[in-house]
């Protein structure tokens, strides 16, 4: 009973590896036609696969490969199969009112100053930015500023040396207040920022 096993383990072994070989080939291997050659180096130029990892909005981890035109998405897991999840938390909340003026997405001097303080002085080791509006436009309007403002404190976040995540803009759906008053309307205008540790 031992032999088996330990023989259909190796069989299992074997196949896998062979299969890690094929489809290492066809990573590499030029597809005829398409591929151009550089001083007689058997490599292809612009289909470079870059793997990096994507962080979810539970801090769970994927490995990405992206090459422009399809991507590949797989969760990263550990020798146990389990999924790699770090722990985020919002670490910051930018009153809207405060850094943006009305219907914009540029942050004024001093708050793109204040900004920078914050991710210097911050240990964690990536961020999720996400935007929020409250609910007077439209949906698509509110979507796309809410996704521009986030996107503005990305920018200044990278100029800082900060890894950034993910970048998301979620309009109105998600408010943190009542929109029927004009200090929950205030509170929903916010761009938050996650912590990933």
Same mark, same amino acid.
Request: with cysteine; proline share 3%.
């Given at each position: ?8 383990? &190796?069989?299992?072994? @074997?196949?896998?590896?062979? !299969?890690?070989?094929a ?18 180096? #058997? ?5 470079? /696969?870059? $793997? ?5 909005? +539970?801090? *769970? ?10 991507? /590949?998405?797989?969760?990263?897991? #550990?020798?146990?199969?389990? $999924?790699v *999840?770090?722990?985020? +938390?919002? *670490?910051g909340?930018?009153?809207? +009112? ?9 942050? @004024? ?10 991710? @210097?002085? @911050? ?17 698509? /309007? ?5 996704? #521009? ?7 200044? =976040? =990278?100029?800082?040396? =900060?890894?950034? !995540?993910?970048?998301?803009? /979620?309009?109105?759906?998600l $408010?943190? !207040?009542?929109?029927?008053? =004009? !200090?929950g309307?205030? &509170? ?6 996650? *912590?990933?540790?």
């Amino acid at each position: 009973m031992f032999q088996v096993s330990e023989f259909r383990f &190796k069989a299992l072994v @074997s196949a896998v590896a062979a !299969a890690s070989i094929a489809a290492v080939t066809l990573l590499v291997t030029p597809i005829q036609g398409q591929a151009q050659t550089v001083s007689n180096e #058997n490599r292809v130029i612009g289909s470079r /696969y870059v $793997p990096t990892i994507w962080v979810d909005p +539970d801090g *769970c981890e994927h490995w990405v490969m992206d090459d422009g035109v399809e991507g /590949y998405m797989t969760p990263h897991v #550990n020798r146990q199969g389990i $999924p790699v *999840c770090r722990r985020g +938390d919002v *670490c910051g909340v930018m009153n809207s +009112d405060q850094f943006f003026a009305t219907d914009s997405f540029r942050i @004024s001097h001093s708050g793109q100053q204040r900004l920078r303080e914050f991710f @210097s002085q @911050s240990t964690a080791t990536a961020f999720i930015i996400t935007g929020h509006t409250d609910s007077r436009a439209s949906d698509a /309007y509110n979507m796309r500023l809410s996704f #521009n403002r986030a996107n503005s404190v990305a920018r200044v =976040a =990278a100029s800082t040396g =900060a890894r950034i !995540a993910d970048v998301r803009g /979620y309009g109105e759906r998600l $408010p943190a !207040a009542s929109n029927a008053t =004009a !200090a929950g309307m205030a &509170k929903n205008r916010r761009v938050e920022i996650i *912590c990933i540790r």
